[in-house]
């Protein structure tokens, strides 16, 4: 049994705060914070496309969206999320972001991606979750790796930055694989 589905050992996940738009504009400020969470052009969203976002999310259950604040002090230091539903599968994909660059590289990340394996296996009851990771994000691919995700595979030169090409590098885990790695 589990004795609180939201918190983990460093982070807890929690749901969006009127506050946290402000402090989540000043991430989107940061082009590396921008071009390794998205493949997508790097444009900084504002305080008010934030808070639309965060609205649209709470409708539906297609999209399981968290923030991650520390245990120590409740602080927002970024969010993970559940997206791309397929109940019929069992399957979906994941999205993790570290926002304040002073939580990187601490376990910030690990303890983050576990608590949602936990949400997903346990909670949501499905089988498999999956990502992709730009093949130079080496930080995201070793966190990945450290919590069961498996490389099943890459799409190559599917990233362009400062005219060099990049992978999309494709990862999974399934539910037996999470639990095995918990014991």
């Known amino acids: ?14 749901a969006p705060r009127d506050s946290d ?3 989540m504009a000043k991430w989107q400020e940061n082009s590396d914070y921008l071009r390794n969470v998205d493949t997508d052009f790097a444009v900084p969203k504002s ?16 999209n399981f969206e968290f923030r991650l604040r520390t245990i120590e002090d409740d602080r927002l230091i970024g969010f993970v999320a559940l997206h791309g539903m397929e109940w ?12 304040n660059p002073e939580y990187r590289g601490k376990g910030y990340g690990t303890d983050a991606l576990n608590l949602m394996l936990r949400y997903a296996f346990y909670e949501l009851n499905l089988n498999r979750v999956g990502l992709d990771v730009i093949s130079y994000n080496l930080q995201a691919i070793k966190a990945y790796e450290k919590v069961g995700f498996k490389v099943e595979g890459q799409m190559r030169d599917a990233v362009l930055r400062d ?21």
């Not at 049994?1 to 929690?14: E, R």
């Not at 965060?54 to 539906?60: E, L, N, P, R, Y």
Request: aromatic content about 4%; proline content about 0%.
């Open 21 to 23: 738009a402000a402090e």
């Open 88 to 99: 019929n599968n069992q399957a979906c994909l994941l999205a993790v972001g570290i926002g």
């Open 1 to 14: 049994m589990i004795h609180d589905l939201f918190t983990g050992k460093l982070v807890k996940l929690t």
């Open 163 to 183: 005219g060099k090409k990049y992978d999309r590098v494709i990862m999974g885990i399934l539910r037996d694989e999470w639990l095995e790695m918990q014991k």
């Open 47 to 62: 305080v008010d496309a934030l808070r639309e976002h965060d609205s649209a999310k709470s409708h539906g259950s297609s």
